[in-house]
Each structure stands twice: as C-alpha cells, then as structure tokens.
C-alpha cells in the first residue's frame, strides 16, 4: 500500500499523472433538460401542465414571478417564449451557452430564478412534459395567477 502510494505521489510529481482537463459544456439534462429542448409544447401548454402536476412548483414560481417588477416579469414571458420557438437544436445550443457563460442569459441578471418552473426540476419537466400536449396552445390567462399575499 504504502509503495503504491510513494509511486503515485512520484508520478504526479513528475507530471506524468494528472487530472484530465476542466470541460465546462452542457450534458443531455443540464442545465435544460433533454425533455424541455424535445418538446412540441408552448410555454403555456408546459405552464398549465406544472400548474395541474406539481401546484407547489407552479405557485412558488408565480409568487416569485409576482414579486418581480412588471418589466422584469415581461423579459421572462418573452425570453421563454423565445425559447419555445426555437427547434431542438437552436435549444441544445442555449443549453450550451448558459452553461458554459455565466452571463449569456440576460434576463438571469433581474431574476435568478427566471426559468426556474421550465428547467430547474427534471421531475416537474417530466410530469409536465408527459401530459402538456393536452392543453391548449396560447392561452396566456396561465400567467395571471391569482397569488395569496
């Protein structure tokens, strides 16, 4: 044991052994998951989904969304739109750019937690995704949430 670890040590000393190179690139679920880049469903139809099969999530994420000023609320309504209307390629590489550049996503900047109920929780995409396809396209009244104070 001992020997073993003197060779090591002399190996790493001399530069033979070392840590492979730092990668910081997207993977298949992170940060977006492989289920939202796939998706055929709109931000509305994922929304009403989450709203319907994990309500704590949805509410949290519509109390912090109301806590947010009115233009800050607007820039994640729009960003995810945005998202949403691109095909999965143009998605994957978001993916990639938010992982790999801490300030590629502007909106990230006002609001943490922007996209937080679309990407954060592979459990709540799973259920949403699964089922989203079933609600209807567009309806915007998902985003006016009545929340408690």
């Given at each position: 044991?001992?020997?073993?670890?003197?060779?090591?040590?002399?190996?790493?000393?001399?530069?033979?052994?070392?840590?492979?190179?730092?990668?910081?690139d997207s993977t298949d679920?992170?940060?977006?998951?492989?289920?939202?880049?796939?998706?055929?469903?709109?931000?509305?139809?994922?929304?009403?989904?989450?709203?319907?099969?994990?309500?704590?999530?949805?509410?949290?994420?519509?109390?912090?969304?109301?806590?947010?000023?009115?233009?800050?609320?607007?820039?994640?309504?729009?960003?995810?739109?945005?998202?949403?209307?691109?095909?999965?390629?143009?998605?994957?590489?978001?993916?990639?750019?938010?992982?790999?550049?801490?300030?590629?996503?502007?909106?990230?900047?006002?609001?943490?937690?922007?996209?937080?109920?679309?990407?954060?929780?592979?459990?709540?995409?799973?259920?949403?995704?699964?089922?989203?396809?079933?609600?209807?396209?567009?309806?915007?009244?998902?985003?006016?949430?009545?929340?408690?104070?």
């Amino acid at each position: 044991m001992r020997r073993s670890l003197t060779l090591v040590l002399a190996a790493l000393a001399a530069g033979l052994v070392g840590a492979p190179p730092a990668v910081a690139d997207s993977t298949d679920d992170y940060p977006i998951p492989r289920r939202q880049i796939e998706t055929s469903c709109d931000a509305e139809q994922y929304l009403a989904a989450v709203r319907d099969t994990s309500p704590v999530y949805f509410e949290r994420y519509m109390l912090d969304k109301s806590n947010r000023p009115p233009d800050v609320q607007q820039m994640a309504v729009d960003r995810i739109h945005w998202f949403y209307s691109l095909d999965a390629a143009a998605r994957r590489q978001y993916s990639e750019d938010t992982a790999t550049n801490v300030y590629y996503e502007q909106v990230a900047t006002r609001w943490g937690n922007w996209a937080k109920v679309f990407f954060n929780n592979k459990g709540v995409v799973a259920h949403a995704t699964d089922v989203c396809m079933t609600y209807p396209r567009g309806d915007l009244s998902v985003w006016s949430w009545p929340v408690a104070r």
